[in-house]
């Protein structure tokens, strides 16, 4: 029965303290927040009269039922704020995981076993300074956009290369949600045409979804 999701809830920067100080507000105990930035190109973002890609990016390990409430919540309290959940099956530490699950959050008898998720998140790890190429790539494919952060590989010595590609250099992950039916054609996309043996080095796997917002 699912209990525990992790909930991925993306805003632009400059609400990122208001977010945060929401969720502390409403029972969230565990969140880790990143900037990072959209993918929307200069051109879309004035079509759309948004300025500035700027974003941060917050993970909360919480039970689902809490998030569905605080995720709607927050939609209500900050314009554009988008979140979604993956599905946790264990947690370290007994004590962590009594009082991740503990909320006084009703839950509708069976509802628990019911939660679909219906959506794919395509995270695509790639060598710095080729985000646009990913993405023009994962846009012809059917992908409607994506959220970046800056990260770094781990890999040393011999450990240094997974699939080909050298993972203790700077790397950026690009966090795509799209449905079910348009995932294996945008991965299929950019493993062809930027995967391990480009320049790009993409690295990429998906997980199942569940739009909560």
């Known amino acids: 029965m699912l209990k525990l999701v992790l909930m991925i809830t993306i805003v632009q920067r400059k609400y990122s303290e208001d977010m945060i100080s ?25 079509y759309l009269g948004v300025a500035e890609k700027e974003k941060c990016i917050a993970f909360s390990m919480l039970p689902v039922e809490l998030a569905m409430k605080v995720s709607k919540g927050l939609n209500k309290k900050i314009k554009d704020s988008f979140s979604f959940a993956v599905p946790i099956s264990s947690v370290g ?3 962590m995981m009594e009082n991740l699950e503990n909320t006084n959050i009703p839950q509708n008898e069976g509802q628990a ?30 992908a409607p956009g994506g959220t970046v952060i800056h990260a770094r590989g781990t890999g040393v010595g011999d450990a240094e290369k997974f699939f080909g590609v050298t993972v203790g250099a700077e790397k950026e992950m690009i966090f ?26 993409s ?11």
């Not at 939660?115 to 080729?130: H, P, Q, S, T």
């Not at 799209?178 to 294996?184: A, F, M």
């Open 176 to 201: 795509i949600v799209t449905e079910r039916e348009k995932r294996d054609a945008i991965m299929k996309a950019v493993m062809e045409n930027a995967g391990a043996g480009t320049p790009s080095g």
């Open 113 to 142: 076993n019911h939660y679909k998720f219906a959506d794919e998140l395509i995270l695509i790890v790639i060598n710095r300074g080729f985000v646009d190429t990913v993405m023009e790539i994962a846009r012809k494919a059917g």
């Open 93 to 95: 530490g007994k004590n």
């Open 22 to 46: 929401y969720f502390g507000q409403n029972g969230v105990s565990m969140t880790f927040g990143r900037y990072a930035r959209g993918t929307a190109t200069d051109s879309m973002l004035n």
């Open 203 to 213: 690295v990429l796997f998906s997980l199942p979804v569940m739009k909560i917002d």
